[in-house]
């Protein structure tokens, strides 16, 4: 298509083009004005003379995270938590839409979908509270449970045995539910011919699943997949903010923590920004990289 030709459609589609631009102008806004706060990551930001007033620093910041005695633990942690989150947590939403898939009991369908997607609105200060209460060894109901078989009370918060489940278990209660949205509506878009042809075949519902369900939501998977690969180098701030302490720091410190608390705990602007910059970049360079993989392996990729 010509570049004459493709104006030529524009303009006969003004209107359908004009609803558009409300959204542009809040995608530019919000999304590209910012990027100009990039730059604080190398200067020596100062409040009187703003972004553009403050003396240019180089890559000094960058040098300082590098060279903090923790650097590399907050990297390690960040990665393992989040390598965690990835593989375990981006394949429970496609079991819980394949297994709703196969519920015929409408009401318990709809009522399970429900409940699944309710955690998701409950914020992490509310969720880490009802942990709290439900794993303390002091009265919490978990303990008293396996109380009565036998067991010995547990401390499950703030104790590193159980910190990575707890971590990683919230976070897929929180979520499953929600993910799984998508992958309903692309369970809901199979043809249901194919359904109906695997059966002539003999195929049971088994085999249904194995050979036409997850053929169907396959792409959406691939897609969904290299966009969560970009999160590798964001653990989630609010949730280990809250689930990590003292006992735990030496595997829960993240790197989404520690922008937060040089940024604002610190006033380090600059150097949280060089920190923030940096997963920035390491996050799209895994996006780009697992987009070729994922090209290369199952000829789906995001562009």
Not at 210 to 231: D, E, K, M, Q, Y
């Amino acid at each position: 298509m010509t570049e004459s030709v493709l104006w030529k459609r524009i303009w006969r589609h003004k209107l359908f083009y004009l609803f558009m631009l409300p959204g542009i102008i809040w995608f530019f806004l919000f999304s590209y004005v910012p990027l100009f706060g990039v730059q604080v990551a190398f200067r020596d930001f100062m409040f009187s003379g703003g972004f553009t007033g403050s003396p240019w620093a180089g890559l000094k910041y960058f040098q300082q995270f590098f060279s903090y005695y923790q650097s590399f633990e907050l990297i390690r942690n960040t990665i393992i938590i989040s390598l965690m989150k990835l593989l375990i947590g981006f394949a429970m939403p496609i079991c819980l839409a394949i297994l709703l898939n196969e519920v015929r009991n409408i009401k318990f369908k709809k009522t399970v979908q429900t409940l699944s997607y309710l955690p998701y609105f409950v914020s992490w200060i509310v969720v880490v509270t009802l942990m709290q209460r439900l794993l303390t060894p002091s009265g919490g109901p978990i303990n008293e449970l396996l109380g009565v078989f036998g067991v010995e009370p547990i401390q499950f918060l703030n104790n590193t045995t159980w910190f990575y489940q707890i971590v990683v278990g919230s976070d897929i209660w929180k979520n499953i539910g929600w993910n799984s949205i998508i992958y309903m509506a692309a369970i809901a878009g199979i043809d249901q011919q194919l359904y109906e042809a695997a059966k002539i075949d003999g195929a049971g519902r088994t085999r249904q699943m194995w050979h036409v369900t997850l053929p169907g939501i396959r792409n959406i998977a691939v897609i969904l997949f290299i966009l969560s690969a970009g999160s590798l180098m964001s653990a989630g701030y609010e949730q280990l903010l809250l689930l990590n302490g003292p006992a735990t720091a030496a595997i829960g410190s993240v790197l989404d923590v520690h922008v937060i608390s040089s940024g604002i705990g610190e006033g380090r602007l600059s150097y949280a920004a060089a920190v923030g910059l940096f997963q920035s970049v390491i996050a799209l360079i895994l996006i780009v990289t697992v987009n070729r993989i994922a090209r290369k392996v199952s000829d789906v990729s995001l562009f």
